[in-house]
């Protein structure tokens, strides 16, 4: 059974703070990785993928990936309140073999 | 019409009535998902098709029939439905090319069995 674990949260962190979302995978053979938003009562957006050992950084956003931890994590700098949602961490081991997380939810108080 | 399209967006039903979803992708993709999101519940994949021929069962209780007539389109009929069958569906694309190509998701139906 292919497994992605992350906490449930709430993770509450202050404006401006960094917010980091952690994700733990069980099937070493994955090999790309994927963090969606989903804000209450809408469908998952991607926010970036990850495919290669290492730091990856688009705006706010770093994605980090250490395969031989099997784990992947999300830094969100300067958070903003609009970036209050549930976190879903999904990993693909090949072809349409999508699992997800059950999802970390982010508050960000003003 | 962009990206991925569900209809209905809400739907109640009984337990004796027979629905269907439907979903629709403008992307030019050529795998089509069924997810179900439960409260509480990671995202559960029910189905796949990849270049109209399913590829993915999930020990999917059969009164959830899916089809797929063709690459952009996506339907789940649905039959004798439980209440714990209550929950949202969302329907994704991706682009098949070995384990680089991201889901795109609907908007969802919200579905209720009373």
């Known amino acids: 059974q292919k497994e992605v674990e992350q906490n449930s949260g709430p993770l509450s962190v202050p404006e401006g703070a960094i917010a980091s979302l952690n994700c733990t995978y069980s099937?070493?053979?994955?090999?790309?990785f994927f963090w969606y938003r989903q804000y209450s009562g809408k469908s998952p957006e991607l926010i970036m993928f990850?495919?290669?050992?290492g730091d990856k950084e688009d705006g706010r956003f770093t994605a980090q990936l250490n395969k031989a931890s099997q784990y992947v994590s999300l830094l969100i700098r300067d958070s903003q309140p609009s970036d209050s949602a549930t976190y879903l961490c999904?990993?693909?081991?090949?072809?349409?073999?999508?699992?997800f997380g059950p999802g970390t939810r982010l508050s960000v108080l003003p | 019409e962009t990206g991925v399209t569900q209809t209905p967006r809400h739907l109640v039903m009984g337990m004796t009535n027979k629905k269907s979803l439907k979903c629709e992708q403008h992307?030019?993709?050529?795998?089509m998902y069924w997810y179900k999101q439960s409260a509480k519940k990671p995202l559960e994949l029910m189905f796949v098709?990849?270049?109209?021929?399913?590829?993915e069962n999930n020990s999917v209780p059969s009164r959830f029939s899916p089809e797929c007539p063709n690459s952009s389109h996506l339907f789940l009929h649905l039959h004798t439905l439980q209440p714990e069958d209550s929950a949202l569906y969302l329907c994704?694309?991706?682009?098949?090319?070995?384990?680089?190509?991201?889901?795109?998701f609907g908007e969802g139906s919200r579905l209720t069995v009373l």
């Open positions: 994704a694309s991706s682009q098949v090319l070995g384990h680089t190509g991201e889901l795109f």
């Open positions: 099937d070493r053979g994955s090999q790309s």
């Open positions: 990850i495919y290669s050992n």
């Open positions: 999904a990993v693909n081991g090949g072809g349409q073999n999508f699992v």
């Open positions: 992307l030019g993709h050529n795998a």
């Open positions: 098709y990849s270049l109209e021929e399913r590829v």
